[in-house]
């Protein structure tokens, strides 16, 4: 059995919030789902479905009773998860994918528990639209070409950035596993505009400044027009097909940053227009 991949969703969150990640991943043979896990606001978990050790990809969806409970809680219950995963499933390597905060529970928890044995070694990572700098959305009057052109390191800190990014999260994100990769999935509803309506596009990149030098690599893909929208990511034909290549296309090649253009009817891969020409 190759590494599980283990999807979460976001604040407010259910399951539809990665059902079509994980269906598109299955219906294009690239994994198949084997196990959801419901776990409820006293940590009890109630498993649906069985790990087979002859599947190649086995995908596992997880959702929260609480789906409105406070990170640390959920990045709790997702350790004894993982533990559990391990102990009773024989799980050695996971991929992560979280959508919206299901992102930050997972960052935190490699960082968090990233010497403990007991776990599953993290393998690949995908981050959807996670608020690293917290949830600033329209206050933010940075364009997306202002902060492209800058460093991942946000320009005007929040307060979650600066009590959780800044003094707990960086001071040890040396405990992030080294050999994991991991793709950053940031979404502008215009192209223009410094947001995905919740999430702006500097505090979806934060991660990347919170993980740049720590794990292995570091690849961002930057989806404009009506697929940028936080609640299209996770819903885009086009961001399902590169985190499927990602995850498990043993011939791909995360590039350091991409584009799609989704303005265009087919929702085809085109080239930045001349006025996004901060993405060449």
């Known amino acids: 059995m190759n590494a599980v991949t283990i999807f979460v969703h976001g604040f407010n969150g259910n399951a539809d919030s990665t059902d079509h990640l994980i269906h598109g991943a299955q219906k294009n043979g690239w994994a198949q789902k084997m196990l959801m896990v419901k776990i409820k606001n006293d940590g009890a978990m109630d498993f649906d479905g069985?790990?087979?050790?002859?599947?190649?990809?086995?995908?596992?969806?997880?959702?929260?009773?609480?789906?409105?409970?406070?990170?640390?809680?959920?990045?709790?219950?997702?350790?004894?998860?993982?533990?559990?995963?391990?102990?009773?499933?024989?799980?050695?390597?996971?991929?992560?994918?979280?959508?919206?905060?299901?992102?930050?529970?997972?960052?935190?928890?490699?960082?968090?528990?990233g010497k403990d044995s007991r776990l599953p070694a993290l393998k690949k990572l995908v981050t959807i639209a996670g608020p690293f700098n917290g949830l600033h959305g329209f206050l933010s009057q940075d364009t997306v070409k202002d902060v492209m052109t800058k460093s991942w390191e946000p320009n005007k800190r929040t307060h979650h950035f600066k009590k959780l990014v800044l003094k707990k999260l960086v001071r040890?994100?040396?405990?992030?596993?080294?050999?994991?990769?991991?793709?950053?999935?940031?979404?502008s509803v215009d192209g223009i505009l410094n947001n995905d309506v919740y999430v702006a596009v500097d505090s979806a990149r934060a991660v990347g400044?919170?993980?740049?030098?720590?794990?292995?690599?570091?690849?961002?893909?930057?989806?404009?027009?009506?697929?940028?929208?936080?609640?299209?990511?996770?819903?885009?034909?086009?961001?399902?097909?590169?985190?499927?290549?990602?995850?498990?296309?043993?011939?791909?090649i995360a590039q350091d940053f991409k584009l799609i253009n989704s303005y265009r009817a087919d929702k085809v891969y085109q080239l930045a227009p001349e006025e996004l020409n901060w993405a060449n």
């Open 172 to 187: 040890n994100r040396h405990l992030f596993p080294k050999g994991a990769e991991v793709l950053n999935v940031i979404g």
């Open 50 to 113: 069985e790990l087979d050790q002859q599947v190649a990809n086995p995908m596992v969806q997880v959702l929260f009773e609480n789906n409105r409970a406070p990170e640390r809680r959920q990045v709790s219950w997702m350790h004894q998860l993982l533990i559990k995963l391990r102990q009773s499933f024989g799980v050695e390597q996971y991929n992560g994918v979280g959508h919206s905060l299901g992102s930050n529970v997972l960052v935190n928890l490699a960082i968090k528990f």
């Open 209 to 252: 400044y919170l993980l740049d030098g720590v794990a292995a690599k570091v690849s961002e893909l930057m989806v404009i027009g009506p697929d940028g929208y936080h609640c299209e990511l996770n819903q885009s034909q086009n961001v399902s097909r590169e985190i499927n290549q990602f995850l498990w296309d043993e011939k791909y």
